[in-house]
């Protein structure tokens, strides 16, 4: 410690000392990872999927935009429009995951008590803990962000100049969500308990997402994919040349892109960026100054709980004895734990609110009309496939991931027990992967009822989403045990470690070599329908053959990985 003369007071503690604690941290864990067996092998997978799911992205993304880019007058606006829809989608991820994550770090993170009570500067501890939110919550963006971003960059030829494009537009789109996700937070913990908090945020997210849907179904996108409806090519062109939402910064960085990618740089709307990202940091320490502390203390609260066991209960337990006292509880134990945990239970509704939009969506689809014809009525919800397993992977990523991260501390009860890992991480996953399968069947069940598809296609998309989902279950949970976060403060945090993110990556290159495996087969069969041409029947065997292999080896392989590594586990 240096020298302090005396009477003196120490220096503030400065933004990169109180950052220091997580940067040691993170560091320590990337080096205890390395050095642990098998570390090595661990980042070899990470890259190797990563490159694959980056250049499955850049792939299709680059095909698009090539025919985008050749095609006259319009392919720049379809091209633009993309962009917006999918950084439009992002903001609303991003907000809603910066008001649920700024509550752990604001409020309920362990280091606080000793940061609050600390000469610690108030401008100091709201800039550290900004900086922490916007990190856990906008990392998975910026991942799926850079592989889009760079295949426009290639196809345009922005060169290296779009590099520094993309870091000034991507950094005030990741800083606005964060700031202003901060201080709803902060409003809201100073009208109720931190503690009590948690459920408000499942209402409030929930009433965000609709008003993001009413908006996005008052775009009407599927006038995009049916010109016709329209009265002239000039008012499509209008259509195009409508900003998508022009008070939203999500329009903001689709407009600096394209016009810096195919004309002129326009720097109004960097302006906006900028200027209003400034203005949500600077409003929003205003808050934390004079809110702040009046919040942390009421987030000191506690919440009050009871244990009830009521009629389903008994229920339940009735219709889960025949699988034995050991199972039954086991059971019974995951479901009470699911439903004590608000930030789990609440966000059903708003899986409902996803669901219920997609099938709207799916509806409106141009698969009707003329010039509409058998193969692309049938070849279209065939590839929704994909998109139907991609939503089924993100469910897991939420709800079946961190199922053995959140024992935490209580796994050492289980692990003195004469209770056999393999029945703990079965129960798991029969408790998570039956409501996931109803939840597909559903989804797909539907959906190609409203597209009217043929009764083969009917069948594969049957067969296909039960066994993706029972391979994404497995992959999630056999991944959640082998990259575990036990000391994790919320079960909202364990989706984001790197684990997760092996887990999504994962996930998407399963769902690609499925669809990819019955593809032939399926285009196969639907040109004889079509086209009167001769199907080999060695192909379509083959091929679901095949597809069935990686989704059982995706659903055995992780778990039985999984079960060995807790038996060896040492606490």
Request: proline share 5%; glycine share 8%; hydrophobic share 55%.
């Amino acid at each position: 410690m240096p020298d302090v003369p005396n009477g003196s007071a120490l220096p503030a503690p400065s933004l990169a000392h109180v950052l220091s604690p997580k940067l040691r941290t993170v560091r320590n864990r990337s080096r205890a990872s390395d050095g642990a067996r098998g570390g090595t092998w661990r980042w070899l997978m990470l890259t190797v999927i990563g490159a694959l799911f980056w250049l499955g992205v850049m792939l299709v993304l680059v095909r698009m935009l090539r025919y985008f880019k050749n095609t006259p007058e319009i392919g720049a606006l379809l091209a633009g429009k993309l962009l917006g829809l999918v950084f439009l989608s992002f903001f609303a991820i991003l907000l809603l995951s910066n008001i649920i994550t700024s509550l752990s770090s604001y409020f309920l993170a362990r280091d606080l008590d000793m940061l609050v009570s600390s000469p610690v500067d108030w401008l100091t501890l709201y800039g550290a803990k900004l900086l922490e939110t916007l990190v856990h919550s906008s990392w998975m963006v910026v991942l799926m962000a850079i592989p889009i971003l760079a295949a426009y960059g290639y196809v345009y030829d922005g060169g290296f100049g779009f590099v520094l494009l993309a870091l000034g537009t991507t950094l005030p789109y990741l800083i606005i969500p964060a700031a202003v996700g901060a201080a709803v937070t902060l409003l809201l913990v100073n009208l109720f308990p931190a503690r009590r908090t948690r459920d408000l945020l499942s209402v409030v997210a929930v009433l965000a997402l609709g008003a993001l849907v009413l908006l996005f179904r008052l775009l009407r996108p599927e006038q995009l994919a049916r010109p016709e409806g329209l009265r002239s090519l000039v008012d499509f062109i209008a259509l195009l040349r409508t900003p998508t939402s022009p008070y939203l910064p999500s329009d903001w960085v689709q407009r600096a892109i394209m016009s810096a990618l195919t004309d002129r740089l326009d720097v109004l709307p960097l302006y906006l960026l900028w200027s209003t990202a400034a203005a949500a940091v600077v409003l929003g320490a205003i808050l934390h100054r004079g809110l702040y502390a009046g919040g942390f203390s009421k987030a000191q609260e506690s919440a009050q709980q009871w244990a009830r066991s009521g009629t389903l209960a008994r229920l339940g337990r009735w219709a889960l004895s025949p699988l034995g006292v050991l199972r039954r509880e086991l059971v019974c134990k995951e479901v009470r734990v699911f439903f004590r945990d608000t930030t789990q239970w609440s966000q059903l509704i708003l899986l409902a609110v996803l669901v219920v939009v997609y099938v709207f969506n799916v509806k409106f689809l141009p698969l009707r009309g003329q010039g509409i014809g058998f193969l692309l009525v049938n070849v279209v919800p065939f590839l929704n496939l994909g998109l139907s397993g991609f939503v089924l992977a993100s469910i897991a990523a939420r709800f079946i991931f961190p199922a053995v991260s959140v024992e935490g501390r209580t796994l050492w009860l289980l692990k003195s027990s004469p209770l056999p890992m393999r029945e703990l991480l079965w129960s798991k996953y029969w408790t998570g992967t039956l409501p996931l399968l109803c939840l597909a069947l559903l989804i797909v069940g539907v959906t190609d009822a409203l597209l009217q598809v043929s009764p083969f296609i009917f069948a594969v998309s049957v067969f296909s989403i039960a066994f993706l989902t029972f391979a994404v279950a497995g992959l999630a949970l056999g991944l959640g045990a082998i990259f575990p976060r036990y000391e994790s403060e919320s079960a909202a945090q364990i989706p984001t470690s790197f684990g997760g993110l092996v887990f999504m990556l994962s996930s998407a290159v399963l769902i690609g070599a499925v669809v990819l495996l019955e593809a032939r087969p399926v285009y196969a069969y639907l040109s004889q329908e079509a086209f009167g041409t001769v199907a080999d029947p060695t192909d379509m065997v083959v091929g679901f053959a095949l597809a069935l292999a990686v989704c059982l080896t995706g659903t055995f392989v992780p778990l039985n990985v999984a079960v060995r590594r807790l038996e060896r586990l040492e606490l």
